[in-house]
């Protein structure tokens, strides 16, 4: 199975061109799709509707959106009725295999006085992917804080790996006259972390380096994909600074323990063009 995630910046590259289009053909080919910087109602992009725009681009897949931030832009009554125009902003998740179920988990966060905070999410799909199920997250956190980033994180873990005992969305879902999702144990948490390699933010999601024996996966601590395949750059990076001038690792894919033996590769298109960030790519092998 083919993994990707993608900051999409409102849908505006690096030459500052809006183009969905131009996103959604560098990563056609996956198979599982997690977005971040996905907007409704902005003004910068035409107030496109950008949830709507990649279910048509990928007409064949299912679908997920959690708007973590919702404010109103302004309303108008039109033939009686109040119709309003929001401002959302927020992640989204695309998979050819049935989404069973979805949470949007609402990140800690904390007010700024003069730089842009708003609030964050992490968005959980259920997959019934022809393998077995498995729990994807589409995931932005803070970019100026790092102690916020390190609470974000810290919530993150314990939604994730107490998902089994919390039960997802719901169970007992048969006086909803509906099934029961599954409850998978392995996951993929992907998306812009807007935090670096070996970072005190870092640290926490996967915890600290062994001199002799690395990372050891385990239970708890989330497996970085790329770092455990040994596939970064030494110069690797995922992110490009407005003018070029600035290059940085903000995106990764970390994955359960019961997922380390079937990671194949994992690796950054630095040739896609259509945001600031770029995707991150990762491949699993049949269970």
């Known amino acids: 199975m083919k993994f990707v995630s993608y900051n999409i910046q409102y849908g505006f590259g690096q030459d500052g061109r809006f183009d969905a ?4 053909d560098s990563i056609r080919d996956a198979d599982v799709i997690a977005l971040q910087e996905v907007t409704r109602g902005y003004s910068r992009n035409g107030y496109a509707d950008l949830v709507e725009t990649f279910s048509a681009l990928f007409p064949a897949y299912f679908a997920a959106f959690g708007p973590a931030c919702d404010v109103l832009v302004d309303h108008a009554t039109i033939d009686g009725r109040m119709r309003e125009r929001r401002f959302q902003f927020g992640n989204m998740v695309l998979s050819r295999y049935p989404i ?15 730089k842009l905070n708003l609030q964050r999410g992490a968005l959980e799909a259920v997959i019934e992917a022809p393998c077995g199920a498995l729990r994807v997250y589409s995931v932005h956190l803070d970019h100026v804080s790092p102690d916020e980033r390190i609470a974000q994180i810290a919530f993150l873990k314990e939604r994730v790996c107490g998902y089994l005992a919390e039960g997802g969305s719901l169970t007992g879902a048969i006086e909803f006259a509906v099934t029961d999702p599954p409850l998978p144990e392995d996951f993929l948490i992907m998306g812009d972390f807007n935090m670096e390699p070996e970072s005190p933010e870092y640290l926490a999601m996967v915890g600290r380096n062994d001199a002799y024996y690395g990372r050891a996966p385990r239970a708890g601590l989330p497996t970085d994909a790329e770092a ?7 110069d690797g ?7 070029g001038s600035r290059r940085m690792h903000l995106d990764y894919c970390f994955v359960s323990g019961g997922l380390v033996s079937r990671l194949k590769t994992c690796r950054v298109d630095v040739s896609a063009e259509g945001s600031d960030h770029l995707p991150v790519w990762v491949d699993l092998a049949e269970a």
């Open 21 to 24: 289009d131009r996103i959604a």
């Open 100 to 114: 069973r179920a979805s949470r949007n988990l609402l990140l800690p966060r904390s007010r700024t006085f003069d």
């Open 228 to 234: 455990h395949l040994k596939s970064r750059p030494e």
């Open 237 to 243: 990076y995922s992110w490009i600074s407005e003018d």
